[in-house]
């Protein structure tokens, strides 16, 4: 079995060699080259052909972001990304996802002492899924040379969400790696007074508040990070925040959601088998739970009881998946309704509660 070349791109001298060292420990991986800035790593590009690339945002002579871009257009290859754990790194690698990059690890700290072996796992993990992702040659946006339109949304958001009515069905959903552009892509096709939706995207704190403020400014519907009691809303959805698990609950007003602290299960908080089974045991045959790409098997115990409770449960299908791991468990698990394209998944949901609606 050939092993799968990595060349590490960063600026820092003491992570490229914390990071080789780490991912040399892995029988299956080989670092065949780092470079300290993007211009370095163009032309050991060119003469190692690497399988999969680490990238650090800030460097210097050219960002990780500019690098990123046009490397997706001109020779599009597996990235695994390194960001800072703020405000401006979480923005900056949602902004790397959106451009093409399979996944992404907060930095290392480089005298890390605990931790160590966490950060091997998810390290060589993430390598060794992003070495057999699949990639969109990504395409150049337009030139405008006049601005465009833009409507009143642009300064002030309308409030869109409506309670819901008791038996009304609500959309849960989990992804992983490749999650966050494939639930653009349904969120931005859900309307205004789609379902009420729950997330859970596997991301750290901070990150997670990035990614809705982002997915909501494309979306019809309002799409913010969850807190602790927020009601369920129609055209409303919410994104499990970074580090707690999030819980669907139902009390004298009706449903809302329970954020809160816990172990990590299956390795993630929030993990999307708390909310699933949380879906069954609330919703029964009011949920509607869709399940994204993603590495592992997070979320397909979850469906199974789902579908057992009388949900309607999808499984995005394997050739629009960047990693087909968690929808491919689920499926053998017997937990999933239908499988379908990414594509589709938004189409047939509406269709789903218009057809039971007119019924």
Not at 227 to 236: K, M, P, S, V
Not at 276 to 301: C, E, H, K, Q, Y
Request: hydrophobic share 45%.
């Amino acid at each position: 079995m050939n092993r799968i070349k990595v060349l590490i791109v960063d600026d820092s001298a003491l992570v490229r060699k914390l990071l080789k060292d780490i991912l040399d420990s892995d029988p299956g991986i080989d670092v065949v080259g780092t470079a300290p800035d993007p211009l370095i790593a163009i032309r050991k590009i060119k003469d190692l052909k690497p399988d999969v690339l680490t990238l650090d945002i800030e460097m210097p002579k050219m960002d990780g972001l500019t690098f990123l871009s046009r490397l997706m257009r001109s020779s599009p290859m597996p990235v695994v990304m390194f960001s800072s754990l703020t405000e401006q790194g979480a923005d900056a690698t949602v902004k790397a996802l959106s451009l093409g990059a399979i996944d992404f690890l907060t930095k290392p700290k480089v005298k890390l002492s605990e931790g160590m072996e966490d950060l091997r796992i998810e390290l060589c993990s993430k390598v060794r899924a992003a070495s057999s992702a699949k990639l969109k040659k990504a395409v150049s946006p337009p030139n405008l040379e006049v601005p465009p339109k833009l409507g009143m949304d642009a300064i002030l958001k309308s409030e869109r969400s409506v309670p819901i009515k008791e038996g009304a069905k609500i959309l849960v959903i989990g992804a992983s790696t490749g999650g966050t552009v494939a639930l653009e892509q349904i969120l931005n096709k859900l309307p205004a007074d789609a379902p009420p939706t729950l997330i859970v995207q596997h991301m750290p704190p901070v990150f997670t508040n990035s990614f809705a403020k982002r997915v909501n400014g494309l979306s019809a519907m309002n799409v913010v990070e969850a807190r602790d009691n927020d009601e369920l809303r129609q055209g409303q959805a919410l994104i499990a925040p970074g580090g707690r698990h999030m819980i669907v609950s139902k009390g004298p007003k009706g449903y809302f959601v329970k954020v809160k602290e816990g172990p990590p299960v299956n390795r993630h908080i929030p993990s999307v088998d708390v909310l699933f089974r949380s879906a069954a045991n609330v919703l029964g045959p009011n949920a509607l739970g869709v399940i994204l790409t993603g590495m592992g098997d997070d979320g397909a115990r979850g469906m199974k009881e789902m579908k057992n409770a009388g949900a309607f449960t999808i499984a995005q299908d394997e050739e629009s998946c960047v990693v087909f791991g968690m929808p491919k468990v689920a499926i053998e698990m017997g937990g999933v309704c239908r499988v379908m394209p990414l594509n589709s998944i938004a189409g047939f949901v509406m269709g789903a509660i218009k057809g039971e609606k007119g019924s």
